[in-house]
């Protein structure tokens, strides 16, 4: 789950709540942003997503070999 720090229509406390009745869920807060992170924080909103992708697509290759969503990624990726 991904929050703006200052946003007041689905406050970050409220993101916590539901984090903590979520298995294995991922919390994060972007500061200096509000409800449209992805605008008001558009790279640290990409990278944040990146980062879940990568970690999803790794995990997948895991359960999925012969689908290898990483294989995109280059040769020594943290990620691989």
Request: charged share 30%; hydrophobic share 40%; net charge neutral.
């Amino acid at each position: 789950l991904v929050f703006g720090e200052h946003d007041s229509l689905t406050r970050p406390d409220l993101g916590e709540q539901m984090a903590a009745r979520i298995k294995d869920c991922e919390f994060k807060i972007i500061p200096k942003s509000g409800h449209l992170i992805n605008l008001e924080q558009s790279e640290l909103f990409t990278e944040t997503m990146l980062e879940f992708l990568l970690k999803i697509a790794v995990r997948l290759d895991r359960y999925l070999p012969g689908v290898r969503l990483t294989r995109w990624l280059p040769s020594g990726s943290q990620h691989r």
